[in-house]
């Protein structure tokens, strides 16, 4: 049987290696332990852009690059340049038919000049009753057949883009296909409502009229999105006039129209366009600071780029509930910042899609939330940052020595004494009696063993904990800037029992106002409670039942707190808050440190303000208790902590 191989053409390659967004969930952690929500840590990388990557854009890069294109366009021009052109090419024409006059002295010479004297003031009007004046100067009938040329390919420019270079030069046969093009364009239009319309018959259109479309439409559907954009940007040229401007301009256009035989299509293909896509702003108007006239064509294409870039800068912000990178039209990139900005905007899709699928990110209920997975590599990074700044030799974690055939193999092994109970490390042995000359030949080859020989595997025990972190979750926590530092805390002491003591059963327990129990993957999107009461007694209530489910483990109690107690749990299950803390609320508090003693379990607090109340608070609990009390800054926090979570499970 023989074999070919070629390259994969049948989607992605099945085997190549999946695309590494650890750098990318790194750098959503340090945002994230700073304090900061899954779902703003994710959309300030997409902002920023991801480093290293080819020099790829964020969002802030390519929102930089539409406002300063966005400025570049409204100072480019003024809106009336067809105006102001159509006025100059009507005063030479008048002027040409009076060079012409001057020297006849007929009374029809002078009449017409008072004809000319009495036209009136709107350039629209003036050129409609001149329409059928019958010009004595020749160089005056060539202007103004110019000007009204010139009216024809501005006036159908403004609707269709490129009509104006494909009647530059006055054809009957030319206007008489763009008649034909405005029918059939229509008659598509009215059968895709009935639901009768075919691709086919688009294809049929655009074979005829193609060339009239420069942008190249694939389907009905596009072609409506380029008409539409482009009748809602004249509307807005129209709405950006003075009152004047818009009459003079508007009267022109539909002279224009009907002079050409138009009217009556374009007004069909107006409503058409503006029923399908009424969510477009039609009359919103836009402010152009530029000196140099436009002509109309220009103006309607500045002001539909403009409205593009409109667009394009909200869906680029990503400051609205829900916010995707997929609500950005790449189309709309490509117009405003070429080929290379849509790679960029592929490039950070690409994270925020792999991120979800390979089981960092979560939508759930139109929130993001990080995965237990995401969780387990934060608390990582918490706890290398949390190492970084310890001495190595202060990361001892074995405990007792020789524990007998139930503890862990730490790897290497010992010649055997009388009364251990070490497995025997059947390898070693006989390599030992191989080489005290113990093998024996015949029949059967074998090896003798002596009580020499003999070796064990060394074991560890490592006493299971039961660990408690309590941290304070009030709102003087985000106040005082150290709710991140405590929430890196307890990341990096979930990751160090996860990875370094796996026998140990640990619970982290968040308080204000009530306490609860903090699952691991949720701690990384863990906010501060923007509630009154510091409320610890309902803490160590919920630590001292986990201490009471685990009788055979060593207890070990943290908390991590910048405020005395302020709050207390009712009989009826409910918080009393009270501040100065009462004298109950207190009482209370320190009856549950009381149980914590009784239960063997040392609590060492760890301080983070320097409160006199709670200093004495605290004091209070160390006199009790006998555990000790920290002051650390918030930075040293993880490093307090873990430190000294490690000397107590070394000390037991």
Not at 380 to 396: C, I, N, P
């Amino acid at each position: 049987m023989a074999f070919r191989y070629g390259e994969y053409h049948d989607g992605p390659d099945p085997l190549a290696p999946p695309y590494d967004v650890r750098a990318a969930l790194d750098e959503m952690g340090d945002a994230i332990l700073s304090g900061s929500t899954p779902v703003h840590a994710l959309r300030d990388l997409l902002k920023r852009g991801l480093p290293g990557t080819q020099e790829r854009r964020g969002l802030d890069d390519m929102l930089r690059e539409v406002r300063k294109r966005r400025r570049d366009l409204r100072e480019r021009g003024r809106l009336d340049g067809t105006l102001e052109r159509a006025r100059a090419l009507l005063d030479k024409a008048i002027g040409q038919e009076r060079a012409e006059l001057f020297p006849d002295p007929s009374d029809d010479a002078r009449l017409r000049e008072a004809g000319l004297d009495a036209l009136p003031e709107d350039t629209a009007s003036a050129i409609q009753e001149l329409s059928s004046y019958d010009w004595r100067s020749q160089a005056a009938r060539q202007t103004f057949e110019e000007l009204r040329d010139l009216l024809r390919r501005e006036v159908l420019d403004s609707q269709f883009r490129g009509l104006r270079d494909a009647l530059t030069n006055p054809d009957p046969e030319a206007m008489r296909r763009v008649r034909e093009m405005m029918a059939d364009l229509n008659g598509m239009l009215d059968k895709d409502a009935r639901g009768e319309h075919t691709q086919a018959d688009f294809e049929q259109f655009m074979a005829k009229y193609g060339d009239l479309f420069p942008e190249k439409p694939r389907n009905l559907d596009e072609l409506v999105d380029i008409l539409a954009r482009r009748a809602a940007a004249t509307q807005r040229m129209l709405a950006s006039m003075t009152p004047r401007q818009r009459e003079e301009l508007g009267n022109l256009m539909n002279q224009t129209l009907e002079q050409a035989g138009l009217a009556d299509e374009m007004r069909r293909l107006g409503e058409a366009l503006y029923s399908r896509r009424p969510d477009l702003a039609w009359n919103a108007p836009e402010r152009l600071t530029g000196e140099e006239p436009l002509a109309m064509g220009d103006a309607v294409t500045a002001l539909e780029e403009l409205a593009d870039l409109t667009q394009l800068e909200t869906a680029l912000r990503q400051d609205y509930p829900g916010a995707r990178l997929d609500d950005i039209d790449e189309d709309a990139v490509r117009r405003a910042l070429g080929r290379s900005a849509v790679d960029d905007l592929e490039a950070l899709k690409r994270i925020e899609r792999e991120l979800e699928e390979q089981g960092y990110l979560l939508r759930r209920r139109g929130k993001l939330e990080l995965t237990p997975k995401a969780v387990r590599r934060l608390g990582e990074t918490a706890l290398r940052r949390v190492f970084s700044s310890l001495d190595a030799g202060r990361r001892g974690d074995h405990d007792q020595h020789d524990a007998g055939s139930a503890g862990e193999l730490t790897g290497s092994s010992r010649p055997w004494r009388f009364g251990d109970e070490q497995p025997i490390d059947v390898v070693r042995t006989l390599v030992n009696g191989v080489r005290s000359g113990g093998v024996t030949l015949g029949d059967r080859v074998g090896v003798r063993l002596s009580v020499d020989d003999f070796e064990v595997a060394e074991t560890e025990r490592r006493s299971a904990a039961a660990v408690c972190l309590l941290v304070d979750l009030s709102y003087s926590m985000a106040l005082r800037g150290t709710w991140a530092a405590a929430k890196q805390t307890a990341l990096a002491l979930q990751a160090l029992v996860a990875s370094k003591f796996p026998q140990d059963a640990v619970q982290i327990i968040g308080f204000s106002n009530y306490a609860r129990v903090l699952q691991p993957d949720e701690l990384a999107g863990l906010d501060w409670d923007m509630v009154q009461g510091t409320n610890l007694h309902h803490a160590l209530l919920i630590a001292g039942r986990h201490l009471d489910r685990h009788p055979d483990f060593e207890p070990v109690v943290l908390v991590v707190t910048d405020g005395e107690p302020t709050a207390h749990l009712l009989r009826n299950g409910r918080s009393a808050f009270e501040w100065p803390p009462s004298h109950e609320t207190l009482e209370l508090t320190l009856s549950e440190v009381d149980k914590m003693t009784r239960r063997r379990a040392t609590i060492n607090v760890f301080m983070l303000a320097a409160d006199d109340r709670l200093k004495e608070f605290v004091d209070e609990v160390a006199r009790r208790n006998g555990g000790r009390v920290f002051s650390p800054s918030a930075d040293r926090l993880g490093e307090y902590v873990v430190s000294d979570f490690l000397r107590l499970r070394r000390t037991r």
